[in-house]
Each structure stands twice: as C-alpha cells, then as structure tokens.
C-alpha cells in the first residue's frame, strides 16, 4: 500500500539537514520519526571513553539522518566496532511506516544482498583450515550435481572464485524474486543456467554472483549438511547472531522482525514486501546492525567473539591478503572481502545491493575499527557513500603527508598534457555482463564507461577528473583513495582500464563501437519508416511494377513493419520494465524474439532480389541503389540485433 509521508517530516526537514553544523539540535533530532528508534538496548560491553571515538552517537545521528534525508531513504541500521567492542548498533526511520514501526539496531533484519559473500568466504576458509578444501583444485572435483564446461585448459578453482576471476559470464536474471514460488534449491538454480565461460580462468575478474553461489554448494557438498544448516551450526550461533540467517522464507519463529523493502513514488513510500535471492548463498543473508558488529568484531580480532571461535588466527589475516591484483597501482581482490581505501588507510570489506536494500561492511585493522551500514530504499546508494566518508572524514582523516596504498605503490606526479592523453578517450565496456542470452544488452548499459580529455586537463571518467601520477595511471582530483589504471596490449595500444578489484573494462573498437551501433540503428530506423511511407503511398506504383520489384518491396515492407512492432513490444518490456525484469517477473518473450528472425530472412530476401534488379534492365540507377540501399540497412539492422542475441528466441536462457 502507498502512505502519505508523516507531516513532521516537513517541519523537522530544516533542522536534519543542517544537524552536522549545528550539534545542539540533536536533542531534536532524537524525537524526529528518522530517529524514534534511536538505541534501543545497551551495546555490548563498556562504551569506549570519549576520548577514542568523542560523541559518536550523536555525531552519527546527524551523518544518518542527513544521508536518509538527502537520498529519500526511508530508514537505516549502522553498527561501528572499536577494539573488540560494539560502540553503536543503532536503527532510524522505518521498518514499517504503515504501521509506524521503528527499525531497531538490535533486532530488524535488513537484507544485506552481496554482504552475505562474505559468510560464504568464512565458511571456506573454515573448511581449509579443517583440510575438507583447497583452494587450488579443480572445483568440479566437489561437485556431484553438475560439472563445470572444461572451455579452458585451466580449471576453476575456489582462488579463482574468491577473486572473481572464474571467467564466467554474467547472469541477469534470476538473482531476486518476489514471488516465494519462484525459489529453487541452491543446487537447481545453479544447474539451471550454469553461465559460459568466456574467458580463461586467472585473467580478468568479472563479479560473479553465481561463482559464489556455487562456492556454497560446494561447502553444503563438503560438510554434508545444507549451506543454511552449516552457516548457523559455524558462524551465526558461535557468534551469538541470533536474529541472523540466511533461510528465506524467514521462519515465523526466528525472533525480530523484517524491514519492508520502500522505493519513493511521487512523494510515498511503497512497500514491495520481502524479496526472495534466487541464488541463496551469493545474496540471502538477513542481519541486525548488533549481529553484523559481532561479526565484524571476530575479523578485526582473531577470529573470536565473546570466548567463541569461528577462524584461527593466521587465517582471519589470510583472508586480508590478496588473490588477485590488476595493477601494482590498483586495489586487490582479498580472500572473500575486497580491498578499500579511506583516508590513506588499508581497509577491507563487501558491499550489497539488493534493489531496495543498500549495504556496505568495512573495517580498518590500523585502527581496530569496523561500520556496517545499510538502508532500506531503492536506489539509496549515493547516502552509503556520504555516510561512510562523513564518518572517516570525521574520526579518521587523511594524515599529513600520507600516500594512498603507500605498502603496494607510490606514483610520481607526472604531469600530462592533453596531447599525451590521445591513446585513452573511448568507451569500455566492464568485462561483467552477460555474452550468450538476450540480456546482454541489459548487461551493457550499467557496464559502459566512457572516458574523455577533461578541458582542464587530465581524464574524464564517469564524470569525474583524474589526473596522471604515474605512466597510464591516474589519481581522483577530488579522492586521493580513487585511482585508474590502463593497460596496454602487445601493440602499445590501451586494451583495458581498471577501477575496481572485480571487474576491468575493454576498450571498444571497430564493430563494437557503440557509436557505430547506435549510427546503424537510426539509419536503418529511418530507412523503415521510408519504405512503409513509400510502400503506401506508391503501393499502385511498385505493385504494377515486374514481379521481381513487386516481391523485393514487399519484403521490405513486410521487413520494416515487424522490426517496428517488435522494437515497439521489446523496448517497453525490457527497459521501462526493468525492475520486474530484474526481480523474476518477466513475461515470456520467446515469441518476440522470433519476429526479427523473420524480419531479417524478408531483409535477406530484399537484398537478394536488390542484386537481380540491378542484372536486368529498365530500372534507373537511383531506383536501383535506393532499393539495395534499404535492403542493405535493413540486413545491417538485423546483424546489429543478431550481436545482441535478438535475433531468435534462442537466446531466452538470462
């Protein structure tokens, strides 16, 4: 149901967004519907004296409510760890405005989509210290269900997993549900669309949400108990995560209780009820700020909480260190967690986004300190990123002098002039997307980059200016913990740019320039529009005509006419619909697919029939190309849909 936003909201909206400047509205701030929640319980153990982290509750209430304020999210759960103690674990806004229910820090479950790997990462390494896995063999070697494609020589291994660097393609689809009914058991989902393997194992990373899945299988297989059964048995119960789990649906008698999943419409909140992760282990895991500080609290530490073990020692750092790094210059895929970097300091954590839900999990062992955040709004992503710099910017910012990623790599400071930056300007495209079913189109969109010469020098890349510290490396001008790298190939010539631990994105060029793309399309969109005016305008003309012109018009208009009825049905339904796409509820489009098929057998035909034309007389030139000229576009229409897997409905699988 949709429900009007509470008018306190309005009246209190002045003071929120001005509370970092002025602390002695917090009082306030304390009783406004973004804050009713505000601690409800003790944290565990004694409060840190102030002198280590001063006024941290109200300085994070000011930081939260102003991020919720700015990005309409409707409600938070934050937790912050320092030196083995819980020191805030607190909720704001609503878990449930309907009913004017609070979030609470210490028993509303948020879903923490992506955060969950890193569970999944601490059960494997659980079991190489046990000697039940390795991390170096052939996964299929643990598999009974299915056995992964041997494309490449090399195999898949769970190092290769861990790093995101399996070489599977993307999956689009099937990663959320709404409907319960759509749920699989891990090992049919994953047996489902088992995705290609596009490139060599060890390479390239591409964030794969099935890799991890299937390294939950693999620890289910392993341990001979269910991933959910084992998560609970070796993480979540030592660790006192009561209100914790991975089981969807959440069983009635788990204590707490569950955030509605809001996205903002014309001023309301709508609640689209709980979501269902179609590939459990990668994305299932619902927690509380309190049981995701107690979690954090084992891996800063060594590998405990409250006297209750889950990792050794020398694994809890083993997990710190790298698998997989792109560039001496660049940050690195770690054992199960990905490599950060605020303020000059080494940190660590996952991120998740859930489509509604938000999170973000990072911890810094310099300074024994952990945050966990998370929202419940779609598409608050941008109040992650200024809640998590207020807070470091507040408490730990960048010492005088400090290099970022000062133990890996230290730039030079080269200047560049924008006639040295001609190999870079392009667009690159992120190696996670999908290559074999009709979502690959889908999969483009998010994953394309394009970097530009900014006017004052440097590069532009995704809006923001860099500038060069090294030899194809180069330093956020506003971020000094935000760098890019560039690769070049055996000719010389840039092939990738790196900007994150798991994906690169490849330079395009040649026919897959999406300029080139795009300049085909309107051509031969153009094109169809022509032929159907032309076909009835002249339809006395070309029927009376010879019968090879007769046939070569009627192809093409047969042609231009189920191209735009198709366009006409797809891009609605795969674009505008994108969210139901996304969340499991996409209507069948095998029939769709099928009509560019035969739009493009008619096109081939037109083509063919062009070429007869110009073998016989009395046709004039003009007449002549303008025919071929229509076909030829019209089959350069279907080759860019054919690259797109559009062209039949055997590209469903997605």
């Given at each position: 149901m949709i429900h009007r936003k509470k008018a306190c909201r309005n009246a209190l909206g002045f003071c929120r967004s001005r509370i970092l400047l002025l602390p002695m509205l917090c009082a306030a701030v304390a009783v406004s519907p973004f804050s009713v929640s505000a601690v409800d319980h003790e944290p565990d153990g004694p409060s840190l004296p102030p002198s280590e982290l001063p006024e941290l509750e109200t300085f994070m209430d000011g930081a939260v409510i102003t991020a919720m304020e700015a990005n309409n999210a409707l409600g938070a759960i934050v937790s912050v760890v320092h030196k083995g103690k819980t020191v805030l674990a607190k909720g704001y806004g609503y878990a449930d405005e309907a009913r004017s229910v609070p979030v609470s820090g210490s028993?509303?479950?948020?879903?923490?989509?992506?955060?969950?790997?890193?569970?999944?990462?601490?059960?494997?390494?659980?079991?190489?210290?046990?000697?039940?896995?390795?991390?170096?063999?052939?996964?299929?070697?643990?598999?009974?269900?299915?056995?992964?494609?041997?494309?490449?020589?090399?195999?898949?291994?769970?190092?290769?997993?861990?790093?995101?660097?399996?070489?599977?393609?993307?999956?689009?689809?099937?990663?959320?549900?709404?409907?319960?009914?759509?749920?699989?058991?891990?090992?049919?989902?994953?047996?489902?669309?088992?995705?290609?393997?596009?490139?060599?194992?060890?390479?390239?990373?591409?964030?794969?949400?099935?890799?991890?899945?299937?390294?939950?299988?693999?620890?289910?297989?392993?341990?001979?108990?269910?991933?959910?059964?084992?998560?609970?048995?070796?993480?979540?119960?030592?660790?006192?995560?009561?209100?914790?789990?991975?089981?969807?649906?959440?069983?009635?008698?788990?204590?707490?209780?569950?955030?509605?999943?809001?996205?903002?419409?014309?001023?309301?909140?709508?609640?689209?009820?709980?979501?269902?992760?179609?590939?459990?282990?990668?994305?299932?895991?619902?927690?509380?700020?309190?049981?995701?500080?107690?979690?954090?609290?084992?891996?800063?530490?060594?590998?405990s909480f409250d006297g209750q073990r889950i990792l050794k020692p020398e694994t809890v750092l083993q997990m710190r260190e790298p698998t997989h790094r792109q560039h001496k210059a660049m940050k690195?895929?770690?054992?199960?967690?990905?490599?950060?970097?605020?303020?000059?300091?080494?940190?660590?954590?996952?991120?998740?986004?859930?489509?509604?839900?938000?999170?973000?999990?990072?911890?810094?062992?310099?300074?024994?300190?952990?945050?966990?955040?998370?929202?419940?709004?779609?598409?608050?992503?941008?109040?992650?990123?200024?809640?998590?710099?207020?807070?470091?910017?507040?408490?730990?910012?960048?010492?005088?002098?400090?290099?970022?990623?000062?133990?890996?790599?230290?730039?030079?400071?080269?200047?560049?002039?924008?006639?040295?930056?001609?190999?870079?300007?392009?667009?690159?495209?992120?190696?996670?997307?999908?290559?074999?079913?009709?979502?690959?189109?889908?999969?483009?969109?998010?994953?394309?980059?394009?970097?530009?010469?900014?006017?004052?020098?440097?590069?532009?890349?995704?809006?923001?200016?860099?500038?060069?510290?090294?030899?194809?490396?180069?330093?956020?001008t506003e971020n000094a913990d935000q760098r890019i790298a560039f690769e070049r190939d055996e000719a010389g010539e840039i092939s990738y740019l790196f900007d994150s631990p798991h994906r690169a994105l490849q330079k395009l060029t040649g026919l897959d320039n999406r300029v080139f793309h795009l300049v085909v399309v309107l051509l031969a969109l153009l094109t169809m529009l022509l032929v159907i005016v032309y076909g009835i305008w002249k339809v006395r003309v070309w029927w009376r005509s010879s019968r090879i012109e007769k046939l070569l018009v009627g192809a093409l208009l047969s042609a231009s006419l189920i191209n735009l009825i198709f366009l006409a049905k797809f891009m609605p339904t795969s674009l505008l619909g994108f969210l139901d796409l996304y969340l499991g509820d996409q209507p069948s489009v095998s029939v769709l697919l099928s009509l560019p098929l035969i739009a493009a057998c008619l096109s081939i035909g037109a083509l063919l029939a062009s070429?007869?034309?110009?073998?016989?007389?009395?046709?004039?030139?003009?007449?002549?190309?303008?025919?071929?000229?229509?076909?030829?576009?019209?089959?350069?229409?279907?080759?860019?849909?054919?690259?797109?897997?559009?062209?039949?409905?055997?590209?469903?699988?997605?």
């Amino acid at each position: 149901m949709i429900h009007r936003k509470k008018a306190c909201r309005n009246a209190l909206g002045f003071c929120r967004s001005r509370i970092l400047l002025l602390p002695m509205l917090c009082a306030a701030v304390a009783v406004s519907p973004f804050s009713v929640s505000a601690v409800d319980h003790e944290p565990d153990g004694p409060s840190l004296p102030p002198s280590e982290l001063p006024e941290l509750e109200t300085f994070m209430d000011g930081a939260v409510i102003t991020a919720m304020e700015a990005n309409n999210a409707l409600g938070a759960i934050v937790s912050v760890v320092h030196k083995g103690k819980t020191v805030l674990a607190k909720g704001y806004g609503y878990a449930d405005e309907a009913r004017s229910v609070p979030v609470s820090g210490s028993s509303t479950r948020f879903s923490v989509a992506s955060v969950s790997k890193t569970l999944v990462w601490t059960s494997v390494m659980q079991l190489v210290e046990r000697g039940s896995l390795n991390l170096d063999v052939d996964v299929n070697s643990y598999l009974t269900q299915f056995q992964i494609p041997d494309t490449y020589e090399q195999p898949v291994t769970l190092r290769h997993i861990l790093a995101h660097t399996a070489g599977f393609e993307d999956r689009v689809f099937g990663l959320f549900y709404r409907d319960v009914a759509r749920l699989q058991t891990p090992e049919d989902a994953l047996a489902y669309y088992i995705p290609k393997r596009v490139r060599a194992p060890g390479t390239y990373p591409a964030y794969s949400n099935w890799a991890t899945a299937l390294a939950g299988l693999i620890v289910a297989n392993v341990s001979g108990v269910s991933f959910n059964r084992y998560v609970a048995d070796n993480i979540l119960t030592p660790l006192d995560m009561t209100f914790s789990t991975f089981v969807e649906p959440i069983p009635d008698e788990k204590p707490g209780t569950h955030s509605g999943a809001f996205r903002r419409t014309a001023g309301d909140y709508v609640d689209d009820g709980f979501i269902f992760s179609g590939l459990g282990p990668a994305a299932a895991l619902s927690a509380t700020a309190e049981d995701m500080a107690k979690f954090m609290i084992a891996h800063l530490g060594d590998g405990s909480f409250d006297g209750q073990r889950i990792l050794k020692p020398e694994t809890v750092l083993q997990m710190r260190e790298p698998t997989h790094r792109q560039h001496k210059a660049m940050k690195a895929s770690l054992h199960g967690f990905r490599e950060y970097t605020h303020n000059g300091r080494f940190a660590y954590g996952h991120g998740g986004n859930h489509v509604y839900f938000l999170s973000t999990l990072v911890m810094v062992p310099e300074e024994d300190v952990g945050s966990f955040v998370s929202f419940n709004t779609f598409y608050s992503s941008a109040a992650l990123t200024q809640l998590k710099n207020a807070f470091f910017d507040r408490y730990y910012p960048r010492k005088p002098a400090q290099d970022v990623f000062r133990s890996t790599y230290q730039g030079s400071a080269l200047p560049a002039s924008n006639e040295s930056l001609e190999d870079y300007p392009g667009s690159y495209l992120s190696t996670r997307r999908n290559y074999s079913t009709w979502a690959k189109g889908l999969s483009d969109i998010p994953g394309l980059v394009k970097v530009s010469i900014a006017e004052k020098g440097g590069l532009l890349v995704g809006g923001k200016r860099y500038i060069a510290i090294d030899e194809d490396v180069f330093q956020n001008t506003e971020n000094a913990d935000q760098r890019i790298a560039f690769e070049r190939d055996e000719a010389g010539e840039i092939s990738y740019l790196f900007d994150s631990p798991h994906r690169a994105l490849q330079k395009l060029t040649g026919l897959d320039n999406r300029v080139f793309h795009l300049v085909v399309v309107l051509l031969a969109l153009l094109t169809m529009l022509l032929v159907i005016v032309y076909g009835i305008w002249k339809v006395r003309v070309w029927w009376r005509s010879s019968r090879i012109e007769k046939l070569l018009v009627g192809a093409l208009l047969s042609a231009s006419l189920i191209n735009l009825i198709f366009l006409a049905k797809f891009m609605p339904t795969s674009l505008l619909g994108f969210l139901d796409l996304y969340l499991g509820d996409q209507p069948s489009v095998s029939v769709l697919l099928s009509l560019p098929l035969i739009a493009a057998c008619l096109s081939i035909g037109a083509l063919l029939a062009s070429v007869i034309l110009w073998l016989r007389d009395g046709r004039s030139l003009i007449v002549k190309l303008r025919y071929s000229g229509a076909a030829s576009l019209l089959v350069a229409f279907a080759w860019i849909l054919n690259y797109w897997n559009l062209l039949g409905p055997w590209y469903l699988q997605g």
